[in-house]
């Protein structure tokens, strides 16, 4: 129950397309949803999150979509870049917890120009 | 210079030896997190501190042991290390609030030969 599943494990886009990367969970109790972005020898970096009570959340290039009802949630990149090309994480947090975050398997972007 | 630093970045040691990994953060975060990432597992909780001398448990705890006398150290002993605690260690750090943005540290890379 408190697992996030992320699919797929790895991605290749052409510049200029759209990357869609899905997460589900099974915690209801769930209250915050972050994306993860991580380079290749770096920590992770927060990169968009989102709260169940909004649908959409889109800031630049980055688009989440949460489905309260179906406990789905996607990362949406538009017009992706090569400079795109990371590890990207979905997570879930638990309320009364602080940051207790609980990351899905990772998603691996490879843009090609 | 501002920010979360772990030492050492690459670490090589044998079984059975005592390991202790270091983390130091400028903010004055309240919490502080260990995770280990492998592939396929995304990024798993060890230990989490919600403040000083406050410590529990994550989702794989067992074979390390954590302490905090400070708020900004929050070090990770691996107390007889094993092949399968081989991964990558990264320490966070969160303010208590409801953004719960969590910042990453560069990581250790950890190998037991």
């Known amino acids: 129950q408190q697992q996030v599943k992320q699919s797929p494990q790895s991605l290749i886009v052409q510049k200029g397309g759209i990357s869609i990367i899905n997460c589900a969970y099974e915690n209801t109790a769930f209250d915050y949803f972050p994306w993860y972005q991580q380079f290749p020898g770096k920590g992770p970096a927060l990169l968009i999150a989102i709260r169940p009570d909004v649908s959409e959340k889109k800031e630049g290039r980055f688009t989440i979509s949460f489905n309260k009802s179906a406990k789905q949630f996607s990362l949406h990149i538009m017009d992706s870049q090569p400079g795109d090309s990371a590890t990207y994480f979905c997570?879930?947090?638990?309320?009364?917890?602080?940051?207790?975050?609980?990351f899905g398997a990772g998603t691996i972007l490879r843009v090609k120009s | 210079d501002a920010g979360i630093t772990q030492s050492p970045r690459y670490k090589i040691t044998e079984t059975g030896r005592q390991v202790t990994l270091m983390c130091h953060q400028t903010?004055?975060?309240?919490?502080m997190f260990w995770y280990r990432q492998d592939l396929g597992h995304g990024l798993r909780l060890i230990y989490y501190?919600?403040?000083?001398?406050?410590?529990d448990k994550g989702e794989v705890p067992d074979g390390y042991v954590v302490s905090r006398s400070k708020t900004e150290n929050f070090p990770l002993t691996l107390e007889s290390a094993t092949r399968s605690q081989t991964s990558v260690y990264f320490c966070?750090?969160?303010?208590?609030?409801?953004?719960?943005?969590?910042?990453f540290g560069p990581g250790t890379r950890l190998t037991v030969l």
């Open positions: 997570a879930a947090s638990i309320p009364g917890y602080g940051n207790k975050l609980v």
């Open positions: 966070a750090s969160s303010e208590r609030r409801r953004d719960y943005r969590a910042f």
């Open positions: 501190s919600a403040a000083a001398d406050i410590t």
């Open positions: 903010w004055s975060h309240s919490y």
